[in-house]
């Protein structure tokens, strides 16, 4: 468990949070360029020292402006991955990886030099100086070299948003397998929702300085009533789904989720049973008031409407409800009005297999 | 080429530059790093402090160093006194006057490689659990080193030719505090001395050039170790 709570002031500015993040599992911290995340990560990490604030791992006290407790950063085992690596460029690969476990706490259990090495692909590069490697190589030595410091805890200030999308694919696999392995609570730092998907249980949504809400990544993807989220381009549900089937000769894969089904084009990559998540885009779900015929869409699913909600000038978000899974969609003011949509209604939603594009299906 | 004399001169020049950089080295890269680090009162005067032999006339410092490192002064009294050490009028006191006057050149060449630095590099190694000493030996003083070269070779080569300091605390002693440039003074002060004058100022000229390259060439090689190309 991790405690966080914060007040503090630049000119035009006041960050005042509090929070708390479990024990395990990924903790993202999601909001636009300056809502004061990274300070946040820079006050946890020590580096900061906020005007006011507290901040306790396991009970164990890091930061109280009240009773005078301030850990320094190099005590405070808070492994941090920067977006921009800070590398040491006058060590080796090798030597920058075992900068922090050199320095790690006598007795501390944690993974080994070569498991490190193995978990993040780095036997290659070992020998090499920092400045001759690319982009996504530095971040997985930055990542290397923080895990291997044997923290309690792992900071990560935005690690991908310096890479372009195709070095972005390339380490993303790397952080699911280090967050799987190291079993310690990370707090991330993220503006880029599909970061959210792929790696965050738990979300801390932030606004201009401010907690706008906290929970499961699923609980708040699929709430209507949080702007910051939900009227994004690419808002919408996010399902826990297992793989079901590969349906090789029609060229798609069945997935299940709590209440439902869902068909989507063919991923070879997944085996029968594995787990996975899916973005639904509520811009991707429509409604109708009877099960339509003789229609190209593969997911129709019998749902009841849970609540309206105003998002813009011509259009609402609905929630809808498919067992025990919420989805969203939005539809525009006219569609309310012209079905006479309304809470409660049972209606069913459409949703076209192509919608679920590689970015969706983390 | 060279008289046994002449050589004398060169190899006490050598010998006096280099022993100036030895004494001034670590104190210099402690202002340098208390001046571009520090936040304490006084900051600014000790700025200018540092600065000073850059401006003030060198007869000015070697003056100075007279009332302070002289036998009657009160550290160079403290010094004969108790360790029996005279340092007016010989070697050790022809390379401290050095020392002093070209400690400037090393605290503006360090700073200028640490306030090049980045902070970033050094939260990090917090983070990964280095302490300030640590910190300052693995991280920051490696990557000074550009900075701490650079500078050290500039006063090596600046030193060979210090006169007015010298002269005024050191005197002009053939083979005990007669460096190169005392050297070619005295030639120019003595009938015939014209060509020995001429010799001794272009082996003068050849060494400041040779040092100045040896810096640069040694602080790109540094550069790229630390893979800055």
């Known amino acids: ?362 | 080429m060279l008289s046994p004399e002449e050589w004398q001169a060169v190899r006490l020049s050598l010998g006096v530059a280099g022993r100036s950089v030895l004494v001034s080295l670590l104190p210099a890269v402690l202002v340098a790093w208390a001046l571009a680090r520090g936040r304490f009162p006084g900051r600014m005067l000790l700025d200018a402090i540092v600065h000073l032999p850059l401006v003030v006339p060198p007869v000015v410092v070697g003056w100075g160093l007279l009332m302070v490192f002289g036998i009657q002064g009160p550290i160079g009294g403290l010094l004969h006194a108790w360790f029996g050490i005279r340092l007016v009028f010989t070697t050790e006191g022809a390379a401290l006057a050095t020392a002093v006057m070209s400690f400037p050149l090393i605290v503006r060449s360090v700073r200028l490689g640490l306030e090049g630095l980045d902070p970033g590099l050094e939260a990090a190694a917090r983070t990964l659990g280095a302490g300030p000493a640590d910190r300052f030996l693995s991280v920051t003083l490696p990557l000074m080193s550009p900075g701490i070269l650079a500078g050290a070779v500039t006063a090596f080569a600046a030193g060979l030719g210090e006169f007015g300091a010298v002269i005024t605390f050191a005197s002009n002693i053939p083979g005990e505090t007669q460096t190169l440039p005392l050297a070619i003074y005295s030639a120019t002060q003595s009938p015939g001395g014209e060509a020995v004058a001429a010799r001794l100022a272009l082996v003068s000229f050849a060494l400041a050039l040779a040092g100045l390259l040896l810096a640069e060439l040694l602080g790109r090689r540094l550069s790229r170790w630390l893979g800055r190309g």
């Not at chain 1, 991955?81 to 590398?87: K, N, T, Y």
């Not at chain 1, 030595?141 to 900071?155: H, I």
């Not at chain 1, 880029?192 to 708040?220: F, I, K, P, S, Y």
């Not at chain 1, 009841?304 to 909600?309: A, H, M, Q």
């Open chain 1, 1 to 362: 468990m991790l405690d966080v709570a914060l007040l503090h002031q630049y000119p035009g500015f006041t960050l005042d949070v509090a929070f708390t993040a479990p024990g395990t599992g990924v903790t993202a911290l999601f909001g636009p360029s300056g809502c004061g995340k990274s300070t946040i990560l820079a006050a946890v990490a020590g580096l900061l020292r906020p005007a006011a604030g507290r901040v306790a791992l396991h009970d164990d006290v890091m930061l109280d402006t009240t009773s005078g407790i301030a850990v320094a950063p190099e005590r405070r085992r808070c492994g941090v991955v920067f977006q921009d690596s800070r590398l040491f460029p006058h060590l080796s690969v090798e030597a920058n990886l075992r900068y922090g476990l050199r320095r790690a706490p006598h007795g501390v259990s944690g993974p080994t030099f070569a498991e490190v090495v193995g978990l993040l692909g780095l036997e290659a590069l070992l020998g090499r100086r920092p400045l001759g490697l690319s982009g996504g190589e530095r971040q997985r030595v930055a990542l290397g070299r923080a895990l291997l410091a044997r923290p309690r805890l792992l900071l990560m200030d935005e690690p991908l948003a310096a890479l372009d999308a195709a070095r972005r694919v390339e380490v993303l696999p790397f952080l699911a397998r280090l967050r799987d392995a190291a079993g310690l609570p990370v707090l991330y730092v993220t503006h880029a929702l599909e970061e959210v998907d792929a790696l965050a249980d738990h979300l801390v949504l932030l606004e201009a300085g401010q907690v706008l809400a906290a929970g499961t990544v699923e609980a708040l993807a699929a709430r209507a009533d949080l702007p910051a989220l939900a009227r994004r381009r690419d808002a919408g549900a996010l399902l826990g789904c297992t793989v079901l089937a590969q349906e090789a000769t029609r060229g798609l894969t069945r997935l299940g989720f709590p209440g439902g089904e869902l068909l989507v084009p063919r991923r070879p990559g997944l085996a029968v049973g594995e787990q996975l998540r899916v973005r639904l885009r509520a811009r991707d779900v429509a409604v109708a008031l009877e099960a339509p015929r003789g229609i190209s869409m593969h997911n129709i699913m019998a749902c009841r409407i849970e609540e309206i909600v105003p998002a813009g000038e011509a259009e609402v978000l609905l929630r809808l409800q498919v067992g025990p899974t919420p989805l969203l969609s939005r539809v525009t003011r006219d569609s309310v009005g012209r079905l006479g949509l309304a809470p409660g209604l049972e209606v069913f939603a459409l949703v076209k297999s192509i919608a679920f594009d590689h970015a969706a299906v983390a």
